[in-house]
């Protein structure tokens, strides 16, 4: 009936996406970092072209051409 289609994905296969583990990205859903992430019942159901978080546990220093490793 008109409503806009939305693809999810399971925290494993999130977890395989972004290369963490499925705990880290149960707690991303928990404290409300990934936008579109929603519970039903007991699972998560996270929007497939959500981008992973930044991990908060580091400072992000480095810049992408590798300086400061």
Request: aromatic letters at 8%; proline letters at 4%; one cysteine or more.
């Amino acid at each position: 009936a008109g409503g806009v289609k939305m693809d999810y994905m399971m925290l494993k296969e999130a977890s395989e996406k972004w290369k963490i583990s499925v705990r880290q990205v149960n707690y991303y859903c928990t404290d409300g970092r990934i936008p579109g992430a929603v519970k039903m019942g007991t699972v998560w159901l996270i929007p497939k072209d959500s981008q992973k978080p930044a991990d908060k546990r580091y400072k992000s220093t480095r810049s992408k051409e590798g300086e400061g490793k």
